[in-house]
């Protein structure tokens, strides 16, 4: 660290203390120490925190076109051969990834005063707010292994916390728990491959992991099982985070947690798992097992999300699901050495997806209601919101010429040689995103108004503004992209990849268009059909095969802990209570009163204790 | 002087308070305990500040012949191993003294009591001579005994006699350790003398070293000589709990350290893996065993099991990562159950029950105890080992340091620490989440639920303590090197007592 640095660069340890910083400052409020005035100064306070993190990158950001990339570090805690140290990579994609957190922490806050308007306990939302900002903006500039697991769990206990913002309703109760469970297993297994990757690579620095990386791929330093377990434990964290099958079941309930979370939890937290599985591959690598499970659990992920989403009934679900199928592209695009192309993907689902959360949360909003059958005709009587939804669709799928085209461009054309498969897998995603959002699409906004959507009125402008701004900067994103990443550019794919690009994002809209969406008859009657719907609806059963394979036996070992501590353990330190009970009634009437008898014991006691000692010592 | 103040300050506040004229009224006998042991914790203070995190071995040493005859000295000194522990013991009093209410039964007993114990402890933590620790070991019994039996709940005679009875066996074992090391040895003075017992062939070892594990075990407790620490918690009222848990248990693992580990490190290393497997046999069993646990102490109190089988797997594997890891996890223990418990007493005293199927909703802001879930959120999240608080930073010090001696035992525990995650997850959903209910004990949750429930508010008197511990689990959470740099120097060295004979790496 070099006292030359210009001031925004060297007070970059600041970035992520401005997130925390909203939290403790919303603590009065959240706590009721201040009632004066409504919980709103505490949201106005973490708007501002907020807006100095998104300018202090912005700073950052110009400093680092001049300098080029930094590496910042300082010491935390140090014993024995142990050195942990907070660091701070300052690349251009890591700052841009910054970038993307703040703002989308900003925007949703402002979104989140209009949609919590009528809330009690606003200021505890901020204060949760600001606490996932701070640990999300330190994740993407982490430099090393240790900071980034240690964010990652506060991202964990934060998402517990949002998702059980609303604690006294039940579905609420369920969903905290499994989010934080689930996120909680992958966390701890990323933990065993932490502290073991820490034991024998020394250092924890991202680029003192590949130097050790390298060295053991070359003289062979660990058996290929280590290296596997390894692999997979690393991999383990991030699939929790970014809601990979099968540890996918908590976005889904999550969503019973407030929307401007839900907006973040889409678009920004699963971009920071993605980027620390990034960050993670040189060492994953290691295993060609562990490469192959990424593979695999990607399009798992990438298909099945798609197919579930489709089945989808309630509003915030069916886009979800259609998140995990879009983080198991990424996950591909990682598996398969292209990181380039994947942050390109993050980046450009993250603002959509964003985009699309708050037309959601719009709708939900005037509404009450987020029930696909119960919605209709809203077009005409919310037109932003509408406009809002098209394009955060547009953007994610590939059809039209925005981010999610030249994605999934840039992404079959750099596979089609190598794995032709998988390219397909993307176009078939492609495919059901698109079907997907267009049956949303219909059942929402046209058709006859229903009884809920009758009087819905456009949002206000709390809402409205940030939604009408995200939507211009989901118009430009194909123009950004082109920015970060000039060489080879995002159109450099060839015309037929192009075209078949179009044609999956055609093919699915025409699927979707013309597939029958009557509300009344949304479950079909032929029994086939409806299998086929309950599979997909209920998510292909996976919280009943969770509760048979995972949360019955650690139950009834539970269970049969407790079993043997009473039955085993108690009744034997009771049984021997009662046994000395026992002799001594028993020993009471050997007492005969004779000094000699006494005399005897105490000579025979001392002879055994002195005969044992001798022992010992002829032992030693 | 200053730790024979350590002593005094405790010792006679027991004898002013027994003798104190008139008849001084509970509250009054409270504030003066409160005083005596601020004052304590102060002095407490002043040792650290006179420590020398740099020095290698006791310091801050006074010598004095006592009883030469039977080797019994009174020599007392301070360490980076002991210092963090005395600290602990010092602010846990003081927060049991203050979180004592409504004491109307032998109030003046109630306090000596408590003053003796923690007299107690500070000098088994200190004494450099085994005869001293052992004395001090045994007079914490008595009164603890008292607390547990006079003051208990409605099983209390059962629990204090089971108590007694496991703790005098303890107590029988690590004596005849003693004596058996002094007549083997020959050497009487019971001076502390690392590395003693290369004197010894290795079968002599093992029964002096066996015979300190099983002692001590009872004590921390390990499984299966644990039984009698969930029975104690239950009975004993909160701020005995908070004692027992933060304080007392913490003399069993200090012991393993300071007496098994320092005087038979060649025999130590002998047993190391099977103590490794103890340990996580004993981390796991605690876990799983908490999960069934519907009241809430009982819950706590295996997790208490569980965490500390963290210890033991640290003093098995015997780096300098690891013991510095269970130094921390010792000092964490101590913060975040003695947290816990008086979060549960908290819970206990306004709704009168402490059964996880009976309460719902706690969280609720208007009637139930909003500040009080918030606050069991974070204790219940640092056990879990949650980063930026005190269990992450212990847990991951301990794990990274075992991992390459023992990584069987190492990757078990942590799964034990998912296992935490699980049953106080459940702990805080069923009791904090959902809508404020009481459901009579035989009732059905739905149909018989209590839903006009309206708990009294909790007083910030009563939530301060809580705060307060809450806040020395968060500084060592973020700031780690305020305690790291007190024990470096004494867990290295004791970790590098054996390398010269071949350490485990």
């Known amino acids: 660290m070099s006292d030359a640095l210009p001031l925004p660069l060297q007070l970059i340890w600041l970035v992520p203390l401005y997130g925390f910083s909203g939290m403790l400052l919303s603590l009065p409020w959240a706590t009721g120490w201040i009632k004066l005035n409504g919980p709103r100064p505490a949201a106005y306070l973490n708007l501002l925190v907020t807006l100095l993190a998104v300018l202090h990158g912005s700073l950052v950001i110009r400093e680092i076109y001049a300098l080029g990339p930094q590496h910042l570090d300082f010491p935390w805690f140090q014993a024995a051969d142990l050195n942990l140290r907070i660091g701070f990579d300052l690349s251009l994609t890591n700052l841009a990834a910054l970038e993307l957190v703040t703002t989308m922490s900003l925007v949703c806050q402002v979104f989140a005063l209009g949609y919590l308007d009528k809330e009690w ?59 934080f469970l689930t996120k909680r297993v992958g966390d701890v297994l990323l933990l065993m491959g932490v502290v073991t990757l820490s034991a024998w690579a020394g250092s924890m620095e991202f680029t003192d992991l590949y130097a050790w990386a390298g060295t053991a791929r070359e003289n062979q330093l660990i058996s290929p099982l280590a290296g596997t377990l390894l692999g997979l434990g690393l991999i383990a964290g991030p699939m929790g985070k970014c809601a990979q099958f099968p540890m996918h079941l908590w976005l889904d309930e999550a969503m019973e947690g407030p929307n401007p979370a839900s907006i973040l939890r889409n678009s920004v937290v699963v971009t920071c798992g993605a980027i620390v599985l990034m960050k993670l591959m040189p060492v994953v690598a290691l295993s060609p097992l562990a490469t192959t499970v990424l593979l695999a659990v990607g399009t798992i992920s990438a298909l099945g999300g798609g197919l579930v989403a489709i089945a989808q009934v309630d509003l915030k679900r069916a886009f979800s699901y259609s998140t995990t199928s879009y983080l198991g592209l990424v996950f591909i695009a990682i598996a398969l050495q292209k990181p380039g192309i994947a ?83 993307f176009l078939v995603t492609n495919s059901l995103a698109a ?45 950004i992209m082109q920015r970060i990443d000039p060489v080879p550019g995002i159109a450099s794919f060839s015309l037929p990849v192009g075209l078949a690009v179009v044609a999956s994002g055609l093919v699915g809209v025409l699927a979707g268009s013309l597939a029958p969406s009557d509300a009344f008859w949304s479950r079909s009657r032929r029994p086939t059909l409806r299998l086929l719907q309950d599979l997909l609806a209920y998510d292909f059963y996976t919280p009943e095969i969770y509760r048979r394979t995972i949360v019955r036996p650690v139950a009834s070992l539970a269970r049969l802990t407790r079993w043997f501590d009473i039955t085993v353990v108690k009744g034997m330190v009771d049984g021997l209570g009662r046994l000395s009970l026992a002799t001594a009634e028993g020993l009471r009437l050997t007492v005969s009163g004779q000094l000699q008898t006494y005399v005897l014991t105490v000579v025979l006691a001392v002879v055994v204790l002195l005969g044992s000692l001798q022992v010992l010592r002829g032992v030693s | 002087m200053l730790l024979t103040s350590l002593l005094l300050i405790p010792f006679l506040g027991t004898l002013a308070l027994l003798l104190w004229p008139g008849n001084p009224t509970p509250s009054r006998l409270r504030q003066i305990t409160i005083g005596i042991l ?45 210092l963090p522990l005395v600290l602990i013991n010092g602010a846990l009093t003081l927060v049991s003294a203050v979180i004592t209410r409504d004491i109307s039964q032998r109030p003046r007993l109630y306090f000596a009591m408590l003053l003796l114990i923690s007299g107690a402890v500070n000098g088994a933590f200190l004494a450099d001579n085994l005869l001293l620790f052992f004395l001090f070991y045994e007079l914490e019994l008595i009164p603890l005994w008292l607390l547990i039996s006079v003051w208990g709940g409605v099983n209390r005679a059962y629990a204090a006699t089971k108590f007694l009875i496991f703790t005098a066996a303890s107590g029988m074992l690590i004596l005849g350790a003693f004596l058996g090391l002094a007549l083997l040895t020959g050497q009487v003075d019971f001076s502390l003398t690392p590395v003693l017992s290369d004197r010894l062939a290795m079968g002599g070892q093992l029964w002096l070293l066996g015979a300190l594990l099983i002692g001590f075990g009872i004590k921390i407790p390990l499984v299966p000589l644990h039984n009698w620490l969930p029975d104690a918690h239950t009975q004993a009222s909160t701020p005995v709990s908070v004692l027992l848990a933060g304080v007392l248990l913490k003399l069993g693992t200090y012991g393993l350290l300071r007496f098994g580990l320092q005087l038979f490190p060649e025999a130590w290393e002998r047993l190391a893996p099977a103590l490794a ?56 223990h101590g913060l975040i159950s003695a947290l816990l418990f008086l979060l549960v007493g908290i819970v206990y005293r306004k709704t009168g029950t402490r059964d996880l199927e009976v309460l719902r909703g706690l969280l609720n802001p208007e009637r ?36 390459t001696a023992f990584p069987l035992a190492t990757l078990l525990s942590m799964v034990g620490s998912g296992l935490t995650a699980v049953y106080f997850l459940l702990l805080v959903n069923r009791a904090f989440f959902g809508r404020l209910a009481i459901t009579p004990p035989s009732g059905d949750a739905v149909a018989d639920a209590r839903l006009d429930v309206q708990l009294a508010p909790v007083a910030p008197r009563e939530t301060i303590p809580a705060l307060a511990l809450a806040a020395g689990v968060v500084l060592i959470g973020v700031w780690p090197h305020s305690l790291g740099r007190i024990s470096e120097v004494a867990t290295t060295a004791l970790a590098t007592l054996t390398t010269g004979s071949g350490g485990l790496g």
């Open chain 2, 38 to 82: 601020a004052v304590q914790l102060a002095f407490s203070l002043a040792t650290a500040l006179a420590f020398d995190p740099a020095q290698v071995g006791l310091q801050l040493r006074e010598q004095h012949s006592w009883l030469p005859g039977i080797g019994l000295d009174y020599a007392l000194g301070v360490d980076g191993l002991s």
């Open chain 1, 435 to 479: 079907a997907n959002v267009t049956r949303v699409y219909r059942s929402v906004f046209l058709g006859p108004a229903t009884p809920k959507t009758k009087r819905a009125p456009e949002v206000n402008w709390l809402m409205a503004l940030p939604m009408v701004s995200l939507a211009v900067i989901v118009l430009l994103v194909p123009a």
């Open chain 2, 277 to 332: 497997i103890w340990a996580a046999v004993s981390v796991l069993y605690g876990s799983l065993a908490a999960i069934a646990q519907t009241d809430m102490k009982r819950m706590v109190a295996y997790s208490s099991v569980g965490h500390m089988g963290y210890v033991l797997l640290a003093a098995a594997a015997n780096t300098p990562v690891s013991l510095l890891g269970a130094v921390f996890q010792m000092v964490s």
């Open chain 1, 343 to 425: 942050l390109l993907l993050l980046f450009a689902h993250g603002l959509a997806r964003a985009l699309q959360f708050m037309s959601v949360g719009s709708i939900i909003a005037t509404t009450n209601c987020q029930d696909l059958t119960e919605l209709g005709g809203l077009g005409t009587r919310m037109p932003a919101t509408a406009v809002a939804f098209l394009v955060g669709s547009a953007g994610l799928v590939g059809l039209l010429p925005l981010g999610g085209f030249w994605c999934y461009g840039l992404l079959v054309e750099n596979l089609r040689e190598v794995a032709p498969a998988i390219a397909l897998i």
């Open chain 1, 121 to 179: 306990s606003l200021a505890r939302f901020y204060a949760l707010v600001g606490f996932f900002e701070g640990a999300m903006a330190g994740v993407v500039l982490s430099s090393n292994l240790f900071m980034s697991y240690f964010l990652l769990e506060m991202l964990t206990l934060s998402t517990y916390l949002l998702v059980g913002f609303w604690y006294a309703q039940p579905l609420v109760v369920t969903a905290a728990r499994d989010a």
């Open chain 2, 368 to 403: 139930g105890l909003p500040l009080t879930g918030s606050l069991m959120t974070v204790a219940v999240m640092a056990s879990a080992g949650l980063p930026g608080m005190a269990g992450f930073i212990s847990e991951f010090l301990v794990f990274r340091g075992s991992i």
